[in-house]
Structure formats: C-alpha cells, structure tokens
C-alpha cells in the first residue's frame, strides 16, 4: 500500500492526529482507574468486583441518559466548536481529579474517592456523547466520497484498536511507579493537544457549522422536545437507517456474547491457562487494524452496501467456526480472522450512515445508533452470562464427532445469527435507485 504524505487531506490528519492522542489518553486513563479502584483503594474488601463494575455503569450511563439528547443541540451547534468546548471541559475535569490525586488516599473516604471517580467518568463520557457526532458529521464536511469515508472510518477504527494495544501497557508502569496523578495528567495533556488539532482544522464554508442549505434546512419543530421527536421520526420513517441499525443491533448480540464469556472459552474449550487470555484479545486487535485498514480498499472495489453483507456472513462463519476450536493456536487464529471481516462491516457501515442521514440530522442519527448498539452489547452480555449459568449450564450434548457445552453452543447460535443478519442486509439494504431510499441517491451501494 501506497503511503500519503498525509491522510486523506491535510485538514483530516490534523483531526486524526488529536483523536489518536486523546484516545491513547482514554486508554491509560481507564486502565489505570480500574487498577487503582481494584488494587489500591478497595484492595481485599469483598465488595470490591462491585466498586470496579460501578465505573462501567457510569460509562453506560452517560451513553443511554446524555446520548439521545445530545443530538439535538450537535444539530443546533457549530460542530468544530462543540468539539473544542468539550475538550476544553474534559481536560478541565481530569485536571480536577488530578489535583484532588495528589493526596494521600487515607484524606478522603473511600466514598468519597469512589463519587468522584464515578462522576468524573460519568461527566467524561457525557461530553463525548456531544464529541463523537459532531466529529461525525465534521468528518462528513471534510471528507467526500464513499471510499474516502470508508478510509476515514478505516483509519478511526485502527486508530481506537491501536490505542487499546498501546494504552493499557502504559497504564500499570504509570499507576505503581509514579503515581495516580500522573497517569491522570497524561490524559489531561492529551485532551490539550487534540484541543490544538481540532482548533487548526480549516472547516469549509459549508460545514462545521449548524445544519444548513437546502439539504440540512429543517422547519421549526417546537424546541428541544420538538427537535428530538422530529429526529426519532425521521430515523424511523427511514427504511434503509432502521435496517442499518438492526444489523449493528445483531451483531453487537454476537460480539457481546464473545466479551462475556471468551475468558470462559479459553480455558474450558481451548484448553489454555487464563495467562494466555490476553493474547486472545491481542488477535483480535491486531486483526481489527488490520480490517479497519483495508476497509477503504474493500469499499471501493465492491461498495459499501456489499462489504455490509458479505462481512456479516463471513464474520458470522467465522464465529461458528471458532467456537468449534479445542486448541489454543487455532483459536488465536480464527479470532484474528474474525476481527477482520468485522471491523470492515463496521467501517461501511459509516458511508451508508453519512449518506442516509441529511446534514440536520446527522447529530441526532448518531445519538440513536450508538447508544442503542451499545445497549444491545450490554443487553447480550447480560444474556449470554445469565445463559451460561443457568439454563445451559451442565450441558454436555454429543453430536457425531463433536461435543456441545453451554459456552461453545451460545457462541456457536451468536455467529448464525450474524450470518442470518447477513441474508438480512443482503435483502434489506435497499440500492440507491430504490424509492425507499431516496436520501441515498448517487451513492454506490
């Protein structure tokens, strides 16, 4: 592959340049919040499992409470400033947090710590739910044509992977050698420095700004409340964005049942010491860099519609062949195979949604589709935990050559629901030439 001098165009590497800062940034401050918690502050107390979890449910929280909402004002609101005012507010709490750090923990109660980190976090990723689709439907300003979305989309995806590879080595060091407060601080300097990038980004006369011309202009509709129904109506009236979403919707299921009980799987299935987990995860991310990468190229050779499907069905397969893995070595290998079908669904699936969703809605199709996708991960490892202990739990089916246990099977129906999805797409996912899709009118799909 060919490199560029830059990605894209010069004023979309500066965004890509802030974005994979900040989320190195994300990274080491997650990891290291879910250390601290775990091994320092609520070391050897029973109900420690719960205190860690409570900084996931004030992730969750910020996505389905503040997400829908926050819509509406990305829709009202210059795009290029609402990224720069969240960043501003996001450096400015971890800054906060990391003053409070510099004392000994013994200051404060354990309550106490543990309310201002679920805050912190809480209020973290509810700024992101205004960041993530003003950069959305910044990215649509800046970027044109299928392909080059599709890269774009590529490229964040790779971006997000590789910080999740990078981050989290750096977190431990951080944490047990030098300290909270500095690991907090790094992702506060990170939030300064994507600041830098987006505010030199040069957002073309057309863009940035609130929705505008004649495809983005939108009648008054009653203040916030009216806005926020008229962008629910307008995303379920929409044929091809309520197909978009049940796709993601299924896969989600069979992703989220993968993170619940893959632990599980390494060391009933593929018969592995839980030490070797970790290279599990690492497959997976090196094969979703590697998919995010050649999504752009995928795209422009087949369209964005048929990576859609094809990627369900394969990624689907793939999933049902890994489940039927009894060695570690293959499964590190099908899982790495897995990622990269799934992430390049992933990726065409964001020039599907830029093209669907006219500029005065994009705010609000964002704030539906990933809060929603979100809750259906959680709702599938919720459900995939609660199968695996309860009613599958004990069984042990022979089938020919083969053996059926609680977590191989729940895996196994995760990945056929994934190829079915993909029949779905392949008959659902109207062409652009389709009377139920005008709004994708001169967009290959």
Same mark, same amino acid.
């Given at each position: ?9 010069? /004023? ?20 290291? =919040? ?12 029973p ?22 909402v926050a ?20 450096g ?5 947090l ?8 013994s ?22 739910r ?6 959305? %439907? ?7 044509? /299928? ?11 790779a ?24 690991? $907090?601080?790094?992702?506060?300097l ?11 980004v040069?957002?073309?006369?057309s ?36 197909a978009?979403?049940?796709? !993601? ?15 599980f ?50 990624s689907?397969? $793939?999933l ?12 590190? !290998?099908?899982?790495?195979?897995f990622?990269?079908p ?10 599907? =949604? ?10 609000r199709?964002? %704030?539906?589709?990933?809060p ?7 709702? %599938?490892?919720?459900?995939?935990g ?5 009613? $599958? ?18 895996? %196994? ?19 652009? /030439? ?5 709004e ?6």
């Amino acid at each position: 592959m060919r490199l560029r001098p830059t990605l894209i165009s010069p /004023e979309y590497t500066r965004l890509w340049f802030g974005q994979a800062v900040s989320s190195v940034g994300d990274a080491v401050f997650s990891t290291t =919040l879910v250390l601290w918690v775990a091994t320092i502050l609520v070391e050897g107390r029973p109900w420690a499992p719960v205190a860690v979890s409570g900084v996931l449910l004030a992730t969750g929280a910020a996505v389905l409470l503040v997400g829908p909402v926050a819509g509406v004002f990305v829709d009202r609101w210059d795009k290029r400033a609402t990224m720069l005012r969240t960043e501003v507010l996001r450096g400015v709490m971890v800054a906060l947090l990391t003053a409070v750090a510099c004392l000994p923990t013994s200051a404060l109660a354990v309550e106490v710590w543990l309310a201002l980190v679920y805050v912190t976090v809480f209020a973290l990723n509810a700024a992101a739910r205004f960041f993530t689709p003003a950069r959305f %439907a910044l990215v649509a300003d800046l970027v044109t044509g /299928e392909a080059d979305r599709a890269r774009a989309a590529g490229l964040a995806q790779a971006t997000s992977q590789t910080a999740w590879i990078v981050g989290p080595p750096l977190a431990a060091p951080l944490l047990f050698t030098v300290g909270l407060q500095w690991a $907090l601080l790094f992702n506060a300097l990170s939030y300064a420095v994507s600041f830098v990038a987006v505010r030199s980004v040069r957002v073309p006369a057309s863009g940035g700004g609130p929705a505008g011309g004649s495809e983005g202009q939108q009648p008054a509709s009653g203040g916030l409340f009216g806005e926020f129904v008229a962008g629910l109506r307008f995303f379920a009236r929409s044929r091809f964005l309520v197909a978009l979403l049940v796709l !993601a919707v299924i896969g989600q299921f069979g992703v989220g049942a993968l993170n619940t009980l893959n632990v599980f799987f390494t060391t009933d299935n593929l018969h592995a010491s839980a030490r070797l987990f970790g290279y599990l995860g690492m497959a997976m991310g090196v094969g979703g860099i590697v998919g995010a990468l050649c999504a752009g190229r995928v795209v422009q050779w087949i369209g964005a519609r048929r990576a859609t499907w094809i990627g369900l069905l394969v990624s689907g397969a $793939l999933l049902v062949l890994y489940s039927r893995q009894t060695g570690f070595l293959g499964g590190v !290998a099908f899982l790495f195979a897995f990622a990269i079908p799934l992430t390049v669904l992933n990726t065409a699936m964001a020039p599907l =949604l830029v093209a669907a969703a006219p500029a005065a809605y994009r705010g609000r199709v964002v %704030a539906v589709f990933y809060p929603v996708t979100q809750l259906a991960s959680m709702l %599938a490892a919720v459900l995939a935990g609660w199968l695996a202990g309860t009613v $599958l739990r004990g069984l042990d089916v022979p089938l020919g050559p083969l053996r059926l246990g609680p977590v191989d099977t729940i895996l %196994a129906v995760s990945g056929l629901f994934v190829v079915l999805s993909g029949v779905y797409a392949w008959l659902a996912l109207p062409a652009p /030439e389709s009377a139920d899709a005008p709004e994708m009118a001169g967009v290959r799909v």
